[in-house]
């Protein structure tokens, strides 16, 4: 199994519908991160969490929201779905030690 | 606020030729993290490659390595003898000091492509 588990891997949904993206992961860590990956655009930071009671929104953060239910989960919402956040979306976790993140498989939501 | 850049949108190589991925930033700071992500087709994405920002000597793994070049902000990759399997899309990241915050900032990546 993977350490870090995202669900669903693939979605489409319509407009104004809410969304729901889960992570969830097993390597113990305590900072968990959810990006966004466009074309062109690279990856982009929506929001991160350092432990349980401390979620900081990055550049991205207008339309979503999260909730860190536990230290091996965090998951990410869209309140109202618009088509311009069709995106490939991704949770990751931070090995203090190394620096490293380790990723998720990837979410793809397609907003139609 | 500190910035990743990458030139370079695509790049191709010959199989068993080396190919070089540029990679500058931008930060204040003087200590940090800089990495190299691999994402094939699978959109899984790899580490490949990592450098501490207070460590002099360039960082190798097999047959990738990189020039780190702290005054010139600059942190490129090379991958040596190019294999089928290195096409993918490849991403230079940066994250801060500890005493800063943990954000790790992400290029808009480079593409390789490996001609057989």
């Known amino acids: 199994d993977a350490d870090v588990t995202q669900t669903p891997r693939n979605r489409i949904t319509k407009t104004g519908k809410r969304i729901m993206l889960e992570c969830s992961q097993t390597?113990?860590?305590?900072?968990m991160y959810w990006y966004r990956q466009d074309p062109g655009l690279g990856l982009r930071l929506i929001y991160y969490s350092f432990d349980v009671k401390d979620i900081n929104k990055g550049e991205i953060s207008d339309g979503y929201s999260v909730s860190r239910q536990a230290q091996a989960k965090f998951s990410l919402s869209l309140e109202s779905a618009i088509p311009n956040q069709t995106a490939l979306y991704f949770c990751?976790?931070?090995?203090?030690?190394?620096?490293?993140?380790?990723f998720g498989e990837g979410s793809r939501l397609t907003v139609l | 606020a500190q910035t990743v850049t990458q030139s370079q949108p695509e790049m191709s190589v010959q199989e068993a030729e080396t190919v070089t991925l540029s990679c500058t930033y931008d930060t204040s700071e003087s200590d940090y993290y800089l990495f190299w992500y691999k994402q094939p087709p699978s959109r899984q994405m790899i580490l490949v490659i990592r450098?501490?920002?207070?460590?002099?000597q360039n960082a190798t793994e097999n047959r990738f390595s990189v020039n780190f070049q702290k005054a010139a902000k600059s942190f490129s990759l090379k991958i040596s003898d190019s294999q089928l399997g290195d096409a993918a899309m490849y991403f230079c990241a940066y994250r801060g000091s500890p005493s800063g915050t943990y954000k790790y900032i992400f290029g808009t990546g480079t593409r390789l492509k490996v001609l057989a």
């Open positions: 450098q501490e920002a207070y460590k002099q």
């Open positions: 390597k113990g860590h305590d900072r």
């Open positions: 990751a976790t931070n090995d203090r030690g190394t620096g490293e993140l380790f």
